[in-house]
C-alpha cells in the first residue's frame, strides 16, 4: 500500500480534527510528520502517528489548553508545554528562539512537560531558512545502556544542526539520534515482523541480538562507541535538568503513550548577522561545500534531499499493520480514509 505526500497531510489533519484537535495544531502535526517521511525518516513520520492518537486517548497529550513561556530573558526562555502535542510546542519555542536570536545574536529556549515531537531536523531547518543556525537537542525514554553497562539507563538523545546556505542546491543539516539507530527503527522492525541488522542492540542481559522486541527490552548501542555515549549523556543533562525535565530512568512516555511525557528539549538559534556577518559566513559556508564535493565527498542533508525527491515522486510505502492501524482509529471517528491509500 502507499500514500502520496499531499493525502497523508490530508489524512493526518482529518484524523486529528476528529479527535478534537485544534486546526492550527493538526496543521503543524502533519507538517512535521510529512516532512520526516518525506526525507526518509519513516520510523518518525506516518508510523508513528498511531502513537500519537493512543496519547491523545490516554489523556497525555492535552488537547485543550496552551504552553506557557515561565521565564524569559532576551536571549533565552523556559517553555511549560503542558502536555500539549510535541511539534506544536516546539515550532512555537523554535519561533521565540529565532526571534530572540535575530535581537542579540542567540536564542536559547528550553522546553520541559512537552511530548514526542517527530524529527528533530524539522525545527533546527525552521532557523536556517531564515539565515539563521539552528540546534536542538532532546532526551528521550531510556534505551540505550551506559558506555560498559547492560542496563537501559539513557535515552537515544537526538542532536540535529542546520546551517544556512546561499546555495539552493544545498541542504545542510545533520538530523541523528546518539544511538546507532533510532528507537522507532526496532518499532518499525517489529511493527513489520522483520529482525534488526546485527551490531544495532543488546538483549537485557546484554547479548547482541536481531530481534527487535529482546532489543528494545534490553538497549540500543550507542554510535560511534563510547562517544556517541557521551554525547548521550551530555544531553541527557542539557535536556534534563538545565531544562527542568526529568533525566535518564526518569524519563518517560516518548515512546509509551500512556504515560505522561517527562523529556525535555533546548533550542539554541545563532544569528551569524551578529558574528562574522550573515553574507560572509555563508559565502564561506557554500565555498566549503563546493571543496568536499569536489572530492566527491557526501554532505549532511545530501540524502534528505534524494529521499524528497523520490517520496515525492512515489509516495510512501505503508505497511498492512499500520494501514490496519490506521483505518481502525478512523473507524473509531466514522471516518473512512481508505481512499487516501493506493495499491
Ligand atoms: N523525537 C525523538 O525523541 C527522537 C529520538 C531519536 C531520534 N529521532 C529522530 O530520528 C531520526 C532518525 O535518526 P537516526 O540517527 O536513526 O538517523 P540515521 O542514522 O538514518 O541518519 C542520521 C543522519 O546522518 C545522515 N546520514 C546517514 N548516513 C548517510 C549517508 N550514507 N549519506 C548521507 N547522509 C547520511 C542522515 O541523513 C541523517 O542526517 C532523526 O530525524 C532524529 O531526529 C527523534
Given at each position: 500500500?502507499?500514500?502520496?505526500?499531499?493525502?497523508?497531510?490530508?489524512?493526518?489533519?482529518?484524523?486529528?480534527?476528529?479527535?478534537?484537535?485544534?486546526?492550527?495544531?493538526?496543521?503543524?502535526?502533519?507538517?512535521?510528520?510529512?516532512?520526516?517521511?518525506?526525507?526518509?525518516?519513516?520510523?518518525?513520520?506516518?508510523?508513528?502517528?498511531?502513537?500519537?492518537?493512543?496519547?491523545?486517548?490516554?489523556?497525555?497529550?492535552?488537547?485543550?489548553?496552551?504552553?506557557?513561556?515561565?521565564?524569559?530573558?532576551?536571549?533565552?526562555?523556559?517553555?511549560?508545554?503542558?502536555?500539549?502535542?510535541?511539534?506544536?510546542?516546539?515550532?512555537?519555542?523554535?519561533?521565540?528562539?529565532?526571534?530572540?536570536?535575530?535581537?542579540?545574536?542567540?536564542?536559547?529556549?528550553?522546553?520541559?512537560?512537552?511530548?514526542?515531537?517527530?524529527?528533530?531536523?524539522?525545527?533546527?531547518?525552521?532557523?536556517?531558512?531564515?539565515?539563521?543556525?539552528?540546534?536542538?537537542?532532546?532526551n528521550t525514554e531510556p534505551?540505550?545502556?551506559?558506555?560498559?553497562?547492560?542496563?537501559?539507563?539513557?535515552g537515544?538523545?537526538?542532536?540535529?544542526?542546520?546551517?544556512?546556505?546561499?546555495?539552493?542546491?544545498?541542504?545542510?543539516?545533520?538530523?541523528?539520534?546518539?544511538?546507532?539507530?533510532?528507537?522507532?527503527?526496532?518499532?518499525?522492525?517489529?511493527?513489520?515482523?522483520?529482525?534488526?541488522?546485527?551490531?544495532?542492540?543488546?538483549?537485557?542481559?546484554?547479548?547482541?541480538?536481531?530481534?527487535?522486541?529482546?532489543?528494545?527490552?534490553?538497549?540500543?548501542?550507542?554510535?560511534?562507541?563510547?562517544?556517541?555515549?557521551?554525547?548521550?549523556?551530555?544531553?541527557?543533562?542539557?535536556?534534563?535538568?538545565?531544562?527542568?525535565?526529568a533525566c535518564g530512568?526518569n524519563v518517560q512516555?516518548?515512546?509509551?503513550?500512556?504515560?505522561?511525557?517527562t523529556k525535555?528539549?533546548?533550542?539554541?538559534?545563532?544569528?551569524?548577522?551578529?558574528?562574522?556577518?550573515?553574507?560572509?559566513?555563508?559565502?564561506?559556508?557554500?565555498?566549503?561545500?563546493?571543496?568536499?564535493?569536489?572530492?566527491?565527498?557526501?554532505?549532511?542533508?545530501?540524502?534528505?534531499?534524494?529521499?524528497?525527491?523520490?517520496?515525492?515522486?512515489?509516495?510512501?510505502?505503508?505497511?498492512?499493520?499500520?494501514?490496519?492501524?490506521?483505518?481502525?482509529?478512523?473507524?473509531?471517528?466514522?471516518?473512512?480514509?481508505?481512499?487516501?491509500?493506493?495499491?
Amino acid at each position: 500500500m502507499k500514500i502520496n505526500i499531499d493525502n497523508e497531510r490530508k489524512l493526518i489533519e482529518e484524523m486529528l480534527k476528529a479527535y478534537d484537535v485544534k486546526a492550527i495544531e493538526a496543521s503543524i502535526v502533519a507538517d512535521v510528520i510529512t516532512d520526516g517521511d518525506l526525507k526518509g525518516f519513516s520510523t518518525h513520520g506516518l508510523g508513528r502517528f498511531p502513537q500519537y492518537i493512543k496519547s491523545i486517548q490516554s489523556g497525555t497529550i492535552k488537547i485543550d489548553g496552551d504552553y506557557e513561556i515561565e521565564k524569559e530573558t532576551t536571549s533565552s526562555a523556559m517553555i511549560n508545554g503542558n502536555h500539549k502535542f510535541g511539534q506544536y510546542v516546539t515550532v512555537k519555542a523554535m519561533d521565540l528562539a529565532v526571534k530572540k536570536a535575530g535581537e542579540c545574536g542567540i536564542g536559547v529556549v528550553g522546553i520541559h512537560d512537552s511530548n514526542h515531537y517527530g524529527i528533530a531536523g524539522y525545527y533546527s531547518d525552521m532557523a536556517s531558512v531564515q539565515d539563521m543556525i539552528g540546534i536542538v537537542i532532546s532526551n528521550t525514554e531510556p534505551a540505550m545502556a551506559p558506555f560498559g553497562g547492560k542496563k537501559a539507563l539513557l535515552g537515544t538523545n537526538p542532536i540535529t544542526i542546520s546551517i544556512p546556505t546561499d546555495d539552493i542546491h544545498n541542504y545542510i543539516c545533520v538530523d541523528m539520534a546518539t544511538s546507532i539507530t533510532a528507537r522507532g527503527k526496532l518499532l518499525e522492525s517489529k511493527r513489520k515482523g522483520e529482525k534488526i541488522p546485527e551490531g544495532l542492540a543488546l538483549d537485557k542481559d546484554g547479548n547482541p541480538t536481531t530481534d527487535p522486541e529482546a532489543g528494545l527490552e534490553g538497549s540500543i548501542l550507542p554510535f560511534g562507541g563510547f562517544k556517541g555515549y557521551a554525547l548521550a549523556f551530555m544531553f541527557e543533562l542539557l535536556a534534563g535538568p538545565l531544562v527542568n525535565a526529568a533525566c535518564g530512568v526518569n524519563v518517560q512516555g516518548t515512546a509509551t503513550p500512556d504515560v505522561m511525557c517527562t523529556k525535555g528539549d533546548l533550542l539554541i538559534v545563532i544569528d551569524p548577522e551578529h558574528f562574522a556577518g550573515s553574507m560572509q559566513f555563508k559565502f564561506y559556508v557554500d565555498q566549503f561545500v563546493r571543496e568536499i564535493r569536489e572530492e566527491n565527498g557526501v554532505i549532511p542533508g545530501d540524502r534528505e534531499i534524494e529521499n524528497m525527491n523520490i517520496h515525492m515522486e512515489n509516495g510512501i510505502n505503508v505497511d498492512d499493520t499500520l494501514y490496519n492501524q490506521l483505518t481502525e482509529m478512523a473507524k473509531a471517528k466514522n471516518l473512512d480514509i481508505t481512499s487516501y491509500f493506493e495499491e
